[in-house]
């Protein structure tokens, strides 16, 4: 039926196939003796519990803590980038991990928020070219910023919806100081 050189090929696979039974047995031999000393362990007074490693084995560390922010942060951006742009379609955020953790270096997570909210709503003219990506805001933070302090109305914020109690009616401090310098000049 089979010629000489197959029924040899066909003996070492057999052969092969031997050894790879024995070591599958082996193996799940072992494991059901580690399985079953630790039942045997759970007849201990309390439970075995001193055998077993806990789920987490450390404290959350500053490294976490900023992951969670990193992770807040683009949640943020998301946000009122679809806002701003009315659309449920996200922002290209690959590059946001390592942006806003050289970010919060510098800043607050707050901060970064508000900076954020300040950007996704800024009229500029490269922003909105640019569609507001990540990488614009982070090269030019300082314009934002200075916009999150200053309430120009040249930067095309919506100021009462950004700080939300200021109304059409009510002025700000800034608003009051501006009157006063175009009544002198």
């Known amino acids: 039926m089979y010629d000489e050189e197959t029924k040899e090929i066909l003996r070492r696979i057999e052969r092969h196939l031997g050894v790879i039974r024995q070591y599958v ?18 007849d201990t007074p309390n439970g075995g519990a001193e055998h077993r490693k806990p789920v987490l084995s450390r404290p959350a ?24 742009y009315q659309t449920k379609a996200r922002p290209d955020t690959i590059s ?27 009229e500029d003219r490269w922003f909105t070219e640019k569609r507001h990506d990540l990488a614009t805001f982070k090269f030019n933070i300082g314009k934002v910023d200075l916009a999150l302090h200053a309430g ?7 100021m009462g919806k950004v700080f939300g109690g200021i ?11 501006r009157q006063n310098d175009e009544d002198v000049g």
């Open 25 to 42: 047995d082996t193996r799940l031999t072992g494991v059901a003796d580690r399985v079953g000393a630790q039942s045997d362990k759970k």
């Open 152 to 158: 120009h109305e040249n930067t095309g914020l919506n």
């Open 96 to 122: 946001a991990p390592a942006i806003f953790k050289a970010l919060l270096k510098d800043r607050t997570q707050e901060k970064l928020e508000a900076l954020l909210q300040i950007y996704c709503q800024m």
């Open 167 to 177: 109304g059409d009616g009510q002025k700000r401090l800034s608003d009051a100081d």
């Open 61 to 84: 560390t500053k490294t976490d803590k900023k992951n969670t922010s990193v992770a807040a942060l683009i949640g943020c951006y998301v946000k009122h980038w679809q806002e701003r």
